[in-house]
């Protein structure tokens, strides 16, 4: 076996520029081939870290009707002993308790429907990091009272700015319809267009003062120490507490699962059909190396090399050619993620904001994980597999009193 | 008792076709230590021979035995096996193996009977030395010249210590002064050894030193003359 090593690696060098090439076409193909996934990794990391981490955290509770009807007097039932437990568990990093209504933002020219949040500042912060979206303003400072925070969007259209007013109107949780004048802290901008433009964030002891019910609590958002004990964690919750809606992310956006799940798949698929034309190459060069050895072939087929050693030896030429240009194209590949991952890539050149109307940032940062990068290498294993098998036929076919005279 | 013995040997090619009778009805025998050559014009039928000898080619009728055992009807992979044990094989365009160096190639029947490697290095050197090419040994065949590459073409069909060594015209590409190199160390091999050798060959030089010449014309055996030879 050691000797078959030998013979197929310095074999591979006996044509330097024919091989040379084909390794060449194969780095520029992975290299190519895993940046481009690299990116696409990068918008889904960021959408899922964005709708993870700054939207919809690990584990929501609801009502259960709430999430299904949205209605304002569907509480979630007990908030206190829930808000005990969640600062007591160990599982827990933080959350963020919210009170939701839907209701009208009007100005004198404009009036426009939105979700009013009642937030605790420090919570949201800790929570979804909210506060890095201020665009304009502050945090909820610099207004002592009823201060709003709007997003860029909404503000535009309303034509408002910080220390604007406008006039908030909803429904109490008695059914009566209540305004409130509100004043702008802060404006914020998300990379998600359709939320920037129907969200607007009060402080919830202000919005509970007009509810009627001190603690009016819609939803609890849970971000966890361990994103893995995501599942383990719902379920204790669900077993917990029954009468509410415990939800958690895949649950709640079984898209961002599908997507994260398909992405990957996808992408070797892609990967795969770069290989299988890299692969032709491959067969090709390897059939012109037996075709050119052909006294050389039978010459070892005569003094005994048996088939399945010559098979062996074709075999091996194709994977050790294939495997240097796979090499190449990864170092190449991962090299380059590795040093933009550091800066990311802005689209903002290409894109603009358009991005933003899909929920996603013109700041990506390339990635590309382990496995991605195993599966690469099975999947040029079997590539180069497939390749060898008409030449190395081609070899065993080869009748050697014939071929140990051919010219 | 003949180490080879042919019966009614006969290879006819193309035969639904355009049939070419080969080989007709040759009955050999050769015993152990012989250092014959088959000659003849092109076309009559040496190479074909040869190739049945060494068992790279079935006879259309008749049987070869060699060492009593009869290899006309062995499987392909078993018939590989006994080529890498039992002959070996000098060619005319020598056809080492040309990313191996000289020792490599020496080695490499080894290697595929699975010897020993300190018993294979031994050998190979010992075998090197006895060709004249002890400083050459870590050379490609690129570095060598035609009758250096010979030289280690012998050596290496001597590797495997085989019943007998089966030569396809080795002289052929050689200049006189290789060639008679080359012919002198076999020669020796021959007598010291007693190697069986079997040549085909047109050239003289290998008819003068062979102690038996047959005549190969149209496939037919015409003469077949034990030549009384000086030792060396």
């Known amino acids: ?188 901008k998300t990379i998600d267009k359709p939320f920037d433009e129907s969200n607007v964030f009060v402080l919830r002891s202000d919005l509970v003062k007009y509810l009627a019910v001190p603690e009016a609590v819609h939803e609890i958002a849970v971000l966890l120490k361990d994103p893995a004990q995501v599942k383990a964690v719902g379920d204790a919750m669900k077993l917990r507490w029954p009468e509410t809606s415990a939800r958690t992310w895949y649950e709640i956006s079984p898209e961002l699962q599908y997507l994260q799940e398909m992405t990957g798949q996808m992408l070797l698929v892609f990967i795969f059909i770069i290989l299988l034309g890299l692969g032709f190459g491959i067969l090709n060069t390897m059939l012109m190396s037996v075709f050119e050895r052909t006294r050389e072939i039978g010459m070892l087929m005569a003094i005994g090399m048996n ?26 590949g991962v090299t380059l993620v590795k040093l933009s991952a550091n800066k990311g890539i802005d689209f903002a050149s290409v894109a603009g904001d358009s991005l933003a109307d899909y929920g996603y940032g013109s700041l990506v940062y390339p990635s590309v994980s382990t496995g991605f990068v195993l599966g690469i290498t099975a999947m040029v294993f079997v590539i180069a597999v497939l390749a060898a098998i008409y030449p190395a036929l081609k070899a065993l076919g080869l009748v050697p009193a014939e071929a140990v005279r051919k010219e | 008792m003949p180490i080879i013995s042919t019966q009614g040997l006969t290879k006819i090619y193309n035969e639904r076709i355009v049939p070419v009778t080969a080989l007709n009805n040759v009955s050999l025998d050769f015993d152990a230590g012989e250092f014959t050559a088959i000659i003849g014009p092109s076309g009559s039928g040496k190479t074909t021979l040869l190739n049945m000898l060494g068992g790279l080619d079935k006879p ?18 078993r018939l590989m096996d006994y080529r890498l044990r039992n002959i070996g094989f000098v060619f005319q365009s020598y056809n080492l193996i040309p990313v191996l160096t000289a020792i490599e190639n020496v080695s490499f029947i080894m290697l595929l009977q699975k010897q020993p490697r300190n018993v294979i290095e031994k050998r190979a050197i010992e075998l090197l030395e006895q060709v004249g090419l002890a400083d050459r040994i870590h050379s490609r065949p690129g570095e060598l010249s035609g009758g250096q590459q010979q030289r280690v ?41 007693k190697i069986t050798l079997i040549f085909s060959t047109h050239d003289q030089r290998v ?17 077949d003359i034990p030549v009384e030879k000086q030792q060396v």
């Open chain 2, 153 to 193: 073409a012998v050596a290496r069909a001597l590797a495997s210590k085989p019943n007998y060594v089966l030569a396809d015209e080795p002289t052929a590409n050689l200049d006189t002064k290789s060639a008679f190199t080359l012919l002198d160390i076999m020669e020796k091999l021959n007598h010291e050894e």
């Open chain 1, 1 to 188: 076996m050691a000797l078959l090593i030998k013979i197929a690696w310095r074999n591979i060098w006996r044509n330097p520029s024919r091989s040379l090439t084909i390794i060449l076409a194969v780095v520029v193909g992975l290299f190519a081939g895993i940046y481009a996934s690299s990116i696409s990794f990068g918008f889904v990391d960021q959408r899922f870290e964005n709708s993870i981490e700054r939207f919809i955290s690990h584990i929501q509770l609801h009502n259960p009707d709430f999430v299904h009807d949205g209605e304002g007097f569907q509480l979630v039932a007990n908030p206190g002993e829930k808000i005990n437990w969640l600062d007591t568990s160990s599982a827990v990093k933080t959350f963020s308790v919210r009170t939701r209504v839907n209701g009208i933002v009007a100005t004198a020219g404009v009036t426009n429907g939105a979700i009013i949040v009642g937030i605790d500042p420090a919570q949201e912060k800790a929570t979804t990091r909210f506060d890095e979206w201020l665009k304009e303003g502050s945090y909820f400072e610099g207004v002592k009272r009823n201060p709003i925070l709007i997003g860029s969007e909404l503000a535009e259209k309303m034509h408002v700015g910080i220390n604007s007013r406008i006039v908030l109107t909803f429904m109490d949780l008695e059914g009566n319809i209540t305004s409130a004048s509100f004043k702008v802290a802060g404006i914020f």
């Open chain 2, 207 to 223: 008819i003068e030193r062979a102690r038996r010449v047959i005549t190969l014309v149209d496939g037919t055996v015409t003469t």
């Open chain 2, 60 to 77: 259309t009728s008749g049987s070869i035995t060699i060492n009593g055992l009869e290899i006309t009807g062995m499987k392909e992979n």
């Open chain 1, 307 to 332: 088939k399945r050693r010559v098979f062996g030896l074709v075999l091996l030429e194709t994977i050790f050619l294939s495997f240097t240009g796979a090499i190449g194209g990864m170092v190449t």
